[in-house]
């Protein structure tokens, strides 16, 4: 059937200069002046080239950012967070070619972003960020805390959702008066390079902000081997992690690292399945799986199984698949590498004796055949030491763990029974029940009848990273700018 286009490209082309980083404000090749092409996951498609990054350029890079601290360190903090709200405005201006870019580079249906708002709440807090007074010995003398910046830090971000993730590794640090080189993925570094672009038009002087592309061997494990970084965070796959974990221990300079997830849905026999059911449909298609936070893990009770299996099957079977281009509600994986992956782990499910229910396929025909769709699948009797239950999948499979009726303990041990801790959500109308599990889950987020934050009718600040396997320290959260500070104690002596 054939599509009408609803969305179009924006000519980036005006903005982002091509086979280029952003280095001190300006657009620059890599000093090899090797590129690397950024396409269209749905068709292949030559989206834009940008810069092959490597050590040369992070060392351009950090020059940039230590020539412009010295005055962005002194800037006043209302002053930042005026340039930061300014910039945040601009996000909202060009709302439409950020959300078409993301969707263009990553490939999933156009949606709102959560960009502006965000960015709002950074920029009121940058000049909330408070010392404290010491009480002393003698009356004489005064102690006291101040806040500092780290000096010039690093952000590596995969390319999952590169609009969010420029904004919430960079505007933190920028807020606390550091200055800041982010690598963004090789698969998607336009969003980033158009945010960095606006923070430019927005006011933020350049060197405050530097994007660095290419590969994750080479710019990416760059940033964190430079001396002239001094702290650094990193959002991605545990493997890439410890591998940055590793460099940031050799140069002693700490880390906030957010890993993956494998996040369980739990259903109680009382659940509002008419609330429950679209929530758990979205959070596992909701860019073809490859969310951290996708609910990969469905825990059932036996008196809901047969109802709830065959109404997530109807659903799966409903959804529109297609390009960014059409209405579709899923779109297609970023790469052949994550295609392969994906299509391996559903092989593994039914290899280990899961119960193929829907999908399980490579998507065909003319809409399909150039670019990266898997059938949104569903895997019933997932028993929990199979594969496709305890490793992340990152692509839109969904894993059924029946439980018995009653035994929430068992359902708390399979929840929790995996090597992450990333997010959770209980569905249930008995409020204690509901408290007393959430308080059990190992994850550094459980939602209640509601998934994530509860998007935009949420939590504000909702601080978002992992318990065990999926990381630590925090993205967004009251304490998020203080956390891209250190502390000084300061003593003196009035008596002079
Ligand atoms: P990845 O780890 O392969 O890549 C992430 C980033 O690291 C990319 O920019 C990449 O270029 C860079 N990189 C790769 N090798 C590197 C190295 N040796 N040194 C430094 N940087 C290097 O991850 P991915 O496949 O792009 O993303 C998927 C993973 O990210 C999944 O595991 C997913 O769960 C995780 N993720 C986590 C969160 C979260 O907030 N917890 C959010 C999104 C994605």
Redesign the pocket.
């Given at each position: 059937m054939a599509v009408t286009a609803v969305y179009e490209l924006p000519d980036i082309h005006k903005v982002l200069r091509d086979g280029c980083h952003l280095i001190d404000g300006a657009w620059a090749p890599a000093r090899s002046g090797a590129t690397i092409d950024v396409l269209d996951p749905s068709n292949g498609t030559l989206l834009a080239r940008v810069a092959r990054g490597d050590a040369p350029d992070v060392a351009d890079a950090v020059t940039a950012a230590q020539a412009a601290l010295p005055a962005w360190r002194d800037t006043s903090p209302a002053e930042r967070g005026e340039l930061l709200y300014r910039w945040a405005e601009l996000t909202l201006e060009y709302d439409e070619v950020i959300n078409v870019l993301q969707a263009a580079e990553v490939g999933h249906p156009v949606g709102p972003s959560p960009i502006a708002a965000r960015l709002k709440y950074l920029a009121g807090k940058a000049d909330k960020v408070l010392g404290r007074t010491l009480p002393t010995r003698s009356p004489d003398l005064l102690g006291l805390t101040l806040r500092e910046p780290y000096g010039v830090v690093g952000a590596?971000?995969?390319?999952?959702?590169p609009g969010p993730?420029t904004v919430f590794n960079t505007a933190p640090a920028m807020a606390a008066g550091n200055t800041v080189i982010l690598?963004?993925?090789?698969d998607a570094p336009l969003t980033a390079l158009f945010l960095a672009w606006l923070a430019l038009e927005a006011g933020i002087p350049p060197g405050v902000l530097n994007v660095v592309t290419g590969?994750?061997?080479e710019a990416?494990?760059a940033?964190?081997a430079h001396p002239g970084v001094r702290k650094m965070a990193?959002?991605?796959?545990?493997?890439?992690?410890a591998?940055?974990m590793a460099?940031c221990a050799r140069n002693l300079i700490p880390l906030q690292l957010?890993?993956?997830?494998k996040s369980p849905q739990i259903l109680f026999p009382d659940a509002d399945l008419n609330r429950a059911l679209p929530a758990i449909v979205a959070s596992i298609t909701a860019n073809a799986g490859q969310?951290?936070a996708a609910g990969s893990r469905l825990l059932v009770p036996d008196s809901l199984h047969e109802t709830v299996v065959a109404e997530i099957a109807r659903r799966f079977a409903a959804l529109r698949i297609g390009a960014w281009t059409t209405p579709a509600d899923m779109g297609p994986l970023i790469n052949a590498v994550q295609e392969r992956r994906v299509l391996d782990y559903i092989a593994a499910g039914s290899a280990e004796g899961a119960d193929l229910v829907h999908g399980g396929h490579k998507l065909e025909g003319d809409a399909y055949d150039r670019g990266f769709f898997v059938e949104p699948t569903l895997f019933d009797g997932v028993r929990p030491g199979m594969r496709i239950a305890q490793e992340?999948i990152?692509g839109p499979v969904l894993s059924v763990l029946p439980y018995r009726d009653g035994d929430e303990d068992s359902a708390i041990d399979i929840a929790n029974g995996t090597r992450y801790g990333?997010t959770a959500t209980v569905w249930t109308r008995d409020l204690g029940r509901a408290v007393r599990v959430a308080r059990r889950i190992e994850a550094g987020q459980v939602a209640i009848n509601v998934v994530g934050d509860g998007g935009p009718r949420g939590a504000i600040g909702a601080p978002?990273?992992?318990y065990k396997d999926?990381?630590f320290g925090r993205?967004m959260g009251p304490d998020f700018v203080e956390d891209w500070t250190q502390e000084k104690a300061l003593i003196i002596d009035a008596a002079v």
């Open positions: 590596i971000i995969p390319w999952n959702v993730f690598k963004p993925a090789e590969y994750g061997a990416g494990a940033l964190p990193f959002t991605g796959s545990p493997a890439t992690g591998a940055v460099a957010e890993l993956g997830g969310v951290c992340e990152f990333l978002f990273g992992g999926s990381g993205s």
